[in-house]
């Protein structure tokens, strides 16, 4: 048997704990350290899932733990530097999206760790068992040739709630701050997606604008995309009354043969074929984080490609840059 | 009490049934004519509905019967030339969408009637109960400021059904021959109730496909249009697996206090405040019409102003025309 996988993370907030719960479902795989500047935090996470060092800086853990992996999971304008980080010490790394704050610096990133380490993006949505399902159909011919899509992300985590506060900046304090908020945060998700269910697209429309006065960037976007044969539409909006608090995707595809919805917890296809299939979201939430991690370990022990490496990756960027270059605002009253 | 409104009506097919049957429920108003260049077919409606005179040519029609209203539910290329018949004879006009085969041509022929006769475009679609309520809505302030709307019109009436046929091309037939098939036939409907329920649009981007090798016109269109402060996206597909073979309508509208949703026929209303109509579609069709006409007798009794005047109409009008000069082309294999 092949020796336990070392895997050092750097970060502790939000998304760590999905992380490390991630981590423990990776059988010859173990979390052997964690920092965070607030080292508190990495403290009590470390209590929490029973990882043994504590670090103020990611150089001295890399320094000191010598692992096989490190995951970044810290804010996104300190990835480049810890992945360059780790790529200097031979440290292969799966790094959380958005790689970096531009296409331009994910680009520099990649030709700097070129040849040294590998690098796959942690880009969660794909796993999701309700797209791989979809992919499979699509795979299958179920839907024949996609015709067009439309992917909706839709919350009310930006207006206020019957406590007068918003539950996305309860949830995501960062939000708040993020000059790119919808699309380079959220629907970047949504634009990788897309992409690999339908195949490369490209900005064709971008409309953006702002509802709530307590964010900086875009709270409400429509995207248009088209391919050679087909278009997608991808529509998100986190100031929408009576939706939920937490964004939540519903997603229609037409094909020449088939019609997937997924819509609530149900994927339905219609058509040549029909299938309904039920997720339970709760769970698939912290299932498509453990997918993720586990795709990296696997392929970090077989050799095998990640499905969203750096290269890979820099296609889903490129649409987001696209997207805010073609974007002209919605002004609302 | 007022003498009874004598229409004439122009065209004894497809949609003649739903006229006549419209023109039966206004109590001030009968039908004493109708003509059809194929006779039999308008001997076989006045028979129906107790029409006592029958015509092969409507200038005919006009000069014996002397009508206070044509009603004009010929072939779309006839509209014009019987529009220009009836204002000659000082003849006030209903005349089924589209006016006229381009915008120019309608343009011309609101020029050429002005101040001779009224006229009013039969739309019928706004005046459909769900859009009707919608709109009683947005008025009350229930939705707050519009910010998006997504319409949908998917049908399979362009795919073979069990029999081998193609159900849109049994209902009408000469949809195969038109050039301009979704966009000037069918979306021309819901371009008029965005307008009508958003304000005043601009087309910003516009793909359409064909699938079906059976018609010569575009058989798959999305359509994005902006407004100063808010989009809209209308998406149709005659040959959507899975879909009803007749085309039905879906409609989303977020607006900043509240969101409505009609599917199937149901209309919801979420946010601020809350409520659930539901409707019957198979009555709501043929009350349509009906209260498209009896808008058209009232108003021609009252001296009111037509909902859809010729005026108002041209700018649903301009909006095909944009589209189809906007529109780029996808191919599906």
Same mark, same amino acid.
């Given at each position: ?219 409400? %976007?429509?995207? /248009?995309?088209? &391919? ?6 991808? =529509?998100? +909006? #986190?100031? $929408? ?55 990296? %370990?696997?392929? /970090?022990?077989? &050799? ?6 750096? =290269?890979? +990756? #820099?296609? $889903? ?17």
């Amino acid at each position: 048997m092949k020796p336990k996988l070392r895997v050092a993370m750097a970060g502790a907030g939000f998304a760590s704990g999905l992380h490390l719960a991630g981590w423990k479902r990776v059988a010859n795989a173990e979390v052997v350290a964690i920092c965070d500047p607030r080292q508190e935090k990495a403290a009590e996470r470390a209590r929490e899932f029973g990882v043994s060092a504590v670090f103020h800086h990611a150089a001295a853990m890399l320094a000191e733990v010598k692992p096989d992996a490190l995951d970044v999971v810290a804010p996104m304008h300190m990835h480049v530097p810890l992945c360059l980080l780790a790529a200097d010490r031979g440290v292969h790394i799966l790094c959380q999206k958005p790689l970096a704050p531009s296409l331009a610096e994910a680009r520099d990133l990649s030709r700097a760790i070129h040849g040294k380490v590998r690098l796959m993006v942690h880009e969660n949505w794909r796993f999701r068992a309700q797209y791989r399902r979809l992919r499979s159909w699509l795979d299958a011919g179920d839907l024949g040739e996609p015709v067009s899509s439309i992917m909706q992300v839709h919350s009310s985590g930006l207006l206020e709630d019957q406590a007068g506060v918003l539950p996305q900046l309860v949830r995501q304090p960062f939000f708040a701050q993020l000059e790119r908020l919808l699309i380079g945060e959220v629907l970047i998700h949504h634009l990788d997606v897309l992409r690999w269910l339908l195949g490369p697209m490209r900005v064709a429309a971008v409309r953006t604008g702002r509802l709530c006065a307590a964010v900086k960037g875009e709270d409400h %976007a429509v995207i /248009l995309l088209e &391919g050679q044969k087909r278009w997608a539409l991808l =529509d998100g +909006n #986190l100031a $929408t009354p009576g939706a939920p608090p937490t964004p939540s995707d519903r997603l229609e595809l037409v094909g020449t043969k088939g019609t997937a919805l997924f819509e609530n917890n149900t994927l339905q296809l219609r058509g040549a074929r029909e299938e309904t299939v039920e997720f339970d979201l709760v769970a698939g939430y912290g299932d498509s984080y453990a997918a993720a991690i586990a795709h990296f %370990a696997t392929a /970090l022990a077989t &050799g095998a490609a990640f499905e969203t490496d750096v =290269d890979e +990756n #820099l296609q $889903t960027l490129a649409l987001v840059e696209d997207a805010y270059a073609t974007a002209r605002p919605l002004q609302v009253a």
